[in-house]
């Protein structure tokens, strides 16, 4: 290098030194070498650039008039030319100036008669100091994402993994940081060109995914609808597993539109007028909704035998921001029993009053309005119809939780689709692990009960250990027998549990022999209860009679033939050896990338010969065109894609006041709710008589708050 050399990379003009690189001689450029394309020449001159330490970009072009095709090409410093200053601005993005007109170049032209391109000017001097070895890897001529770096970060992508992750494995397959390539910006900027790619083509590459699980699946369901200016507005689709197990399981549906989870603002549920066209089996028994107006309405209009049940949890949370804070903590341990704990209908009416009377609501608003539906939420109301043991919608909204492990409102459709359908596998498999423990072992009996033996045998796992809890529970209940004649007998069956006793009527149907509870456990959960059960022990029934095992709980619930509405049966595969071919191919095709990962020439020889397989194989396919059975047929025009829309879910989660406050932290006084004075400043401490509060505000709420034991007893602990 000629010249003092500087210890960083500024620009040194004003003793005008020049900078000549130490490369080896068969490394640098010389005048009349020649490449055969303008790719070879750019490679071959960054590789200089790279050893020397500077970075290279493309510059100057001479075309020919007609044809356009390049004559001259020139390849430049990365720091040539000069900054200019404009007027001034506002600046958005605060960048350096890198640029200090380096001289140093090289020129091609085209050789006449031939495709070569030859150096006819070589400029090795600069007028600045080289990047050191440790840091020329981030300059950008030398930060690239290979082809099998970017297939890499989108299978990391798709499995949720953060960019700083997914740098560090990268960091650990290329043998450190300055061996990757590239930097954790060119993947942000890499994935936003890809996202752009897809812009306008969302909808056309969803359809397009749609048909091709259609064509692999005659029982794959999908429909898409548009507007006016055929913008996509609803898309609905259901796999064949989710048909089956509908057609199992689908007497009782949990809905919830709340969860947005894409960039369109879209809520993932399902559009019940194709739910219903779709699903197998008729209309459920039971659906499960929050308190939505439109939901209830649609409901009513697609499935008018179905019983329409509000989310019992959403309203109990909805207690202690509507009522006065000082009524709240007084009567709400009193409202909670009453809810949960009565079975009778007219006691339950009688208790409420009661409360609200000595409470001093009998004209509050929203305390009426909810009594006024207690007939779609009240279980004293609603427990004579079967829910499978649910009450809320929290099981949906578990399972939001749950997909939003995969998923988030940046997502395109396609994206989303893919995300869901990876996070689905995921459940599923769950389920067959379930399966097969199932399948393989065999739960140990707590009771040396013949019945606990039997159901042992006949239920899933979950479902044999809550039988056996009500089997346990049935020992230490009290009966008594309070009327017996021809028809029926009726007992008193009394309960101790966590201190109380809890009385129930047990009814046995001597003409139907028929055994029912007053707690409508069995109607309810779909297992007879533990009052029914000590009554079938004290007559001396060994064995659970058939009529109080239901096929949704056994370990064959889906041993089954489930058809649509045509008479077609729907297959989980319509190809029973395909799922095996699948698994076989991919371990196969396992096995070979790894070995082809050892060396350049394996890689080479793979992808040649997978491209050339893959034409054949598509040769081999031609014709064969998407069917139309399942409920869909073919898309003869794409749609639109969505605007972001703004509705319901699509906005933050709305907080209570009492979240609010206890994220403020603020101290209330305990007696009159103010912040501006605490209890032993309070006005009010001097009268010997209060009346409760009707002021809105309360103290912040602790995890001893009475609301979190029903949560808790609900949904497990809170933390």
Partial sequence: ???DSEENDDCVMADEMIYIPEVRNEERPKVGMKFDSLDFVYDFYNRYALLAGFSIRRHSSGKEKYS???????????????????EPRVIKRHRGISRCGCKARVVVVKV?????????????????????????????SHRHISEPAKLLTKQLGSADIPTHKKMS?????????????????????FEYYESGLMKNHDVELVTEYFLAEQKNNRSFYFKIEGDSNDRLTRCFWADATSRRAYGFYGDVVVLDTTFNTNRYGLPFAPMLGEFKKAMPGGEPKMIITDQDAAMARAIFEVFPTTFHRLCIWHITTKFSDKLPRAAYEEYWKEFKETIWEIDNIDEFEEKWHAIVTKSGLTDHPWLSSVFD????????????????????SQRAEGSHAFFKQYISRRNSLMDFITRFQR???HQRQNELLADHIDAFEKPQCALLMTMDKQMAEIYTKAMFQKFEQELMQSLPCFMELKMDDASKAIYKVSERKRGKTRVTEVVYDKYSDQWSCSCKGFEFIGILCCHALALLKR????????????????????????????????????????????????????????????????????SNNLNDTRVTLELLNDGVGPSEVGGSSSQSRYLKDPKRVTHKGSSKRVKGAKEKRMERGIRHCQ??????????????????????????????????????DEFDSMHGPTK
């Fill in 373 to 392: 539906l207690r007939k779609s939420w009240v279980p004293a109301y609603v427990k004579h119809v079967f829910a499978a043991g649910m009450s809320s």
């Fill in 112 to 140: 006449s008669g031939c495709k070569q391109y030859v150096f006819s000017l070589v400029v090795e001097g600069h007028n600045h100091t080289m990047t050191p070895p440790e840091r020329v890897h981030f300059m950008r």
């Fill in 68 to 86: 356009k095709e390049i004559l001259r090409k020139e390849f430049v410093c990365c720091k040539q030319g000069m900054f200019k200053k404009e």
């Fill in 1 to 3: 290098m000629v010249g």
């Fill in 423 to 425: 996070a689905l596998s």
């Fill in 671 to 708: 007696q009159c709710g103010q912040t501006s004075h605490d209890i032993r400043r309070c006005p009010r401490m001097a009268n010997t008589t209060t009346s409760p509060s009707n002021n809105e505000e309360s103290t912040p709420i602790n995890l001893s708050d009475p609301l979190f």
């Fill in 539 to 606: 007559e001396q029934i060994e064995y659970l009679p058939n009529k109080y095992i239901l096929n949704r709980w056994k370990k064959t619930a889906k041993f089954g033939f489930v058809s649509d509405s045509n008479g077609n049966e729907i297959k989980d595969c319509e190809n029973s050896s395909l799922l095996i071919k699948r698994s076989r191919m991919f371990r196969l095709a396992s096995d070979v990338i790894e070995h082809a990962l050892m060396s350049e020439e394996g890689c080479e020889l793979l």
């Fill in 169 to 189: 494995i990268l960091e650990v397959q290329s043998g450190g940081m300055e061996k990757i390539g590239f930097t954790k910006k060119d993947i942000y900027n």
